[in-house]
């Protein structure tokens, strides 16, 4: 374990010397709720019920599971792992200042293996989009082509939007910061339909209750969760890649899955997932 650490620090310590990622300087953080000594910081979501949700003080769920792995494998124990609240809107901008060490989470609809401010290892997830609807509208709304001259509320920075104009020009779309915002929207009238990752959706239906929601089950295109890190950040995302496919072998994953269909009655499809790893660090 004390080699796996000093390999670790040589191939980390050029590319995040800066970072909160404190193998590479033993500095003590002792802040009041921080844990002492080296600590990283990974940004999540907050309101993906099964996914990746903070409730009553604490985050959990499939990729805070992911997360946790991860962090493991790099030498850090549960004590040193600090979650920080990310939207799709702004994990980008929260890498590339280095608030965050590294973010799992759903990458943004419709968009390739890299980006100007993230470098991505993975993906760990293959969901798909869908749309959540009110159950009163399971006769009215049953896929994409019903939501012409809707209301279809998305989140911002998802890709969810252009997703749904591509296959319904006629849908008008509502951005909103959270998901939880869009539920709102939807269980008071101002929308129609929610588009976005359907493993997500499907946390958001268990969350209120099928008597109130319900996942169409009309789905389309590619949702992918991924660990992003900081653009240019290619040692440590291969690093990851290797502990993504470690623990797919270890049937860790399987695990993981199991816990989130449990609790969400949402499968991956078997046809998708495990997904090979095929990220952008050649």
Same mark, same amino acid.
């Given at each position: 374990?004390?080699?796996?650490?000093?390999?670790?620090?040589?191939?980390?310590?050029?590319?995040?010397?800066?970072?909160?990622?404190?193998?590479?300087?033993?500095?003590?953080?002792?802040?009041?709720?921080?844990?002492? =000594?080296?600590?990283?910081?990974?940004?999540?979501?907050?309101?993906?019920?099964?996914?990746?949700?903070? $409730?009553?003080?604490?985050?959990?769920?499939?990729?805070?599971?992911?997360?946790?792995?991860?962090?493991?494998?790099? =030498?850090?124990?549960?004590?040193?792992?600090?979650?920080?609240?990310?939207?799709?809107?702004?994990?980008?901008?929260?890498?590339?200042?280095?608030?965050?060490?590294?973010?799992?989470?759903?990458?943004?609809?419709?968009?390739? &293996?890299? @980006?100007?401010? &993230?470098?991505?290892?993975?993906?760990?997830?293959?969901?798909?989009?869908?749309?959540?609807?009110?159950?009163?509208?399971?006769?009215?709304?049953?896929?994409?082509?019903?939501?012409?001259? +809707?209301?279809?509320?998305?989140?911002?920075?998802?890709?969810?939007?252009?997703?749904?104009? +591509? +296959?319904?020009?006629?849908? $008008?779309?509502?951005?909103?910061?959270?998901?939880?915002?869009?539920?709102?929207?939807?269980?008071?009238?101002?929308?129609?339909?929610?588009?976005?990752?359907?493993?997500?959706?499907? =946390?958001?239906?268990?969350?209120?209750?099928?008597?109130?929601?319900?996942?169409?089950?009309?789905?389309?295109?590619?949702?992918? $969760? &991924?660990?992003?890190?900081?653009?240019?950040? +290619?040692?440590?995302?291969?690093?990851?890649?290797?502990?993504?496919?470690?623990?797919?072998?270890?049937?860790?994953?399987?695990?993981?899955?199991?816990?989130?269909?449990?609790?969400?009655?949402?499968?991956? @499809?078997?046809?998708?997932?495990?997904?090979?790893?095929?990220?952008?660090?050649?």
């Amino acid at each position: 374990m004390r080699r796996l650490r000093r390999i670790l620090t040589m191939a980390l310590c050029p590319l995040l010397a800066t970072t909160m990622l404190a193998g590479c300087g033993p500095t003590a953080r002792a802040t009041a709720n921080m844990p002492e =000594g080296p600590a990283i910081t990974i940004g999540v979501a907050a309101d993906m019920p099964g996914l990746s949700r903070f $409730h009553d003080g604490s985050y959990s769920g499939f990729d805070i599971n992911v997360a946790t792995y991860v962090a493991n494998q790099l =030498g850090y124990a549960k004590k040193q792992i600090i979650f920080r609240s990310v939207t799709a809107a702004n994990y980008q901008d929260k890498l590339s200042r280095r608030t965050v060490d590294f973010v799992a989470a759903p990458l943004p609809i419709g968009t390739g &293996a890299s @980006s100007a401010d &993230a470098t991505y290892a993975g993906p760990y997830l293959n969901a798909k989009q869908g749309l959540l609807i009110r159950t009163a509208d399971t006769k009215r709304i049953t896929s994409t082509a019903s939501l012409a001259d +809707r209301n279809v509320c998305t989140v911002t920075g998802s890709g969810a939007a252009a997703s749904i104009q +591509r +296959r319904q020009p006629a849908a $008008h779309i509502q951005e909103r910061d959270t998901y939880l915002q869009c539920v709102t929207a939807l269980l008071v009238g101002e929308a129609d339909a929610i588009s976005g990752d359907d493993a997500a959706l499907a =946390g958001l239906a268990a969350n209120e209750g099928s008597a109130y929601l319900h996942v169409v089950s009309d789905t389309f295109g590619s949702s992918l $969760h &991924a660990i992003s890190v900081k653009t240019g950040e +290619r040692a440590l995302a291969a690093k990851i890649d290797t502990i993504l496919k470690q623990m797919v072998r270890s049937e860790t994953w399987k695990s993981f899955a199991g816990q989130m269909s449990d609790q969400l009655r949402y499968t991956p @499809s078997s046809k998708l997932n495990p997904p090979p790893i095929r990220s952008d660090n050649g």
